[in-house]
């Protein structure tokens, strides 16, 4: 069959990875891709918020199945344009992409199914916010009720921050994703992500991972979209995987079939887990980026089977192999990330590498500029393997580190401390 990836980053290469590996994959395109994927599959620039120049183009190259990586053309409705057009999508609709588009509707759904979640209130206006963070005082986690690039959260160890946070979101710091406010409790615990899929009646779990959101070593100084991370997630254990699924996931599953939006696609649930009990922190419609990375590395060429089985409503059918492996990925920032940094530095030493089902490295933010790979973004390079125990798979992926000439990026040198 013929497939189209939509994305850029490393989640879409190791989607494109595993997907390639599989013999029912004829013929990849990736959209718009970088150097990572122009390596393994075509590379296609066309604009992927646009559902309908999404359906043309699936049409004129005879596309038979659609992955979309990014929310943002999820929440836009490229799945449901695909869908109308009758051509299979891995995805879910934009009304079902507001589990997290929107922070009050997953709270929402979480009071409808009684789902274990923080407490919280809900304002539009800056005055009875301020009152409420008065009320109760810090810690507590003000939200930008919107997709806001992962940056719309605060959480506010003292209450002069969370009253700051209520201004910079009604002044529009974030746009319209902050003319409503969600405020939580704070939450205490240890975090990880859970990652299911749901083809509207069926949930079928496909992983576990815990990431690295801060830059520095030991889990210091500021939040990035992920630095590295690992699976499986010690924390969640079979029997509080089993809590998540029948407290958290399960019904919200019902509840989206119910409300007439049934939930297609990977739903990653975001964890606090205490003394044994799941709470939900948020979900997400997508795979995580770095999270895909390690479930890739650790599915294979089984995970088109799997996305197929969700897309194509046969879920209960379907099952995971699973293996008794680990999988780690380190992220290669740019030197400043996640502050400014410098672009089109060139990077030297990816062809020396291994490239097999144990050792692979995945691009983000890179191109090919005058045949050399050069740096584009700010998380650049996934580097990723896989092992019989976490330390074996970590040992892997830093000696590839080791191998790769890149003087304007940095690693975090302790990807996996928590587990180890
Ligand atoms: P989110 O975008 O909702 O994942 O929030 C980003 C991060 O903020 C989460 O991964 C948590 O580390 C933290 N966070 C969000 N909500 C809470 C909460 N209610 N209590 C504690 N930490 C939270
Ligand atoms: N790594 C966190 C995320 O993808 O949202």
Not at 31 to 59: E, L, R, Y
Not at 162 to 185: P, R, S, T
Not at 253 to 278: C, H, N, S, W
């Amino acid at each position: 069959m013929n497939i189209l990836i939509l994305g850029s980053g490393g989640r879409e290469h190791a989607l494109a990875w595993a997907v390639m590996q599989n013999p029912k994959c004829d013929r990849l395109i990736c959209a718009p891709g970088n150097a990572g994927m122009a390596a393994i599959a075509d590379c296609a620039s066309i604009d992927i918020m646009d559902g309908d120049a999404v359906v043309t183009f699936a049409q004129e190259n005879t596309i038979d199945f659609v992955i979309i990586g990014p929310e943002a053309p999820l929440a836009a409705g490229v799945a449901d344009r695909l869908e109308e057009a009758g051509i299979l999508a891995f995805g879910p609709s934009a009304e079902a992409a507001r589990l997290e588009a929107s922070k009050s509707f997953t709270k929402e759904i979480c009071d409808a199914s009684q789902a274990p979640t923080a407490g919280y209130a809900r304002f539009t206006a800056p005055d009875p916010a301020k009152d409420y963070i008065r009320r109760e005082g810090a810690p507590i986690v003000v939200k930008a009720d919107g997709l806001a690039a992962g940056k719309g959260v605060i959480v506010a160890m003292t209450e002069d921050e969370a009253l700051a946070a209520i201004d910079d979101m009604f002044d529009g710091e974030f746009g319209d994703a902050g003319a409503e406010v969600v405020i939580e409790e704070f939450m205490e615990g240890e975090e990880a992500s859970y990652f299911i899929l749901c083809d509207g009646k069926t949930a079928l779990p496909i992983g576990t991972a815990q990431d690295h959101k801060r830059v520095g070593d030991g889990d210091t100084g500021p939040n990035t979209g992920g630095m590295g991370a690992y699976s499986p997630a010690p924390v969640l254990t079979d029997a509080v995987a089993q809590k998540a699924m029948d407290e958290i996931v399960n019904p919200t599953v019902a509840e989206m079939a119910k409300r007439g939006t049934p939930y297609k696609g990977v739903l990653y649930a975001g964890l606090m887990i205490k003394d044994g009990q799941p709470r939900l922190v948020e979900y997400n419609v997508r795979f995580g980026d770095p999270e895909c990375q390690v479930l890739m590395m650790r599915l294979g060429a089984q995970a088109l089977d799997l996305l197929l089985a969700c897309a194509e409503g046969r879920l209960d059918q379907a099952q995971v192999n699973w293996a008794d492996d680990h999988a780690i990925t380190v992220v290669m920032a740019a030197n400043g990330y996640p502050g400014p940094y410098e672009k089109g530095s060139v990077i030297k030493g990816l062809d020396t590498l291994p490239e097999d089902s144990l050792n692979m490295v995945f691009h983000a933010g890179t191109a090919k500029v005058d045949g050399q790979i050069t740096a584009t973004g700010g998380r650049v390079l996934n580097v990723t393997a896989r092992g019989d125990s976490l330390s074996e798979a970590r040992a892997r992926a830093y000696a590839m580190v080791d191998g790769i000439d890149w003087p304007d990026g940095f690693t975090r040198s302790d990807i996996g401390w928590r587990a180890l």
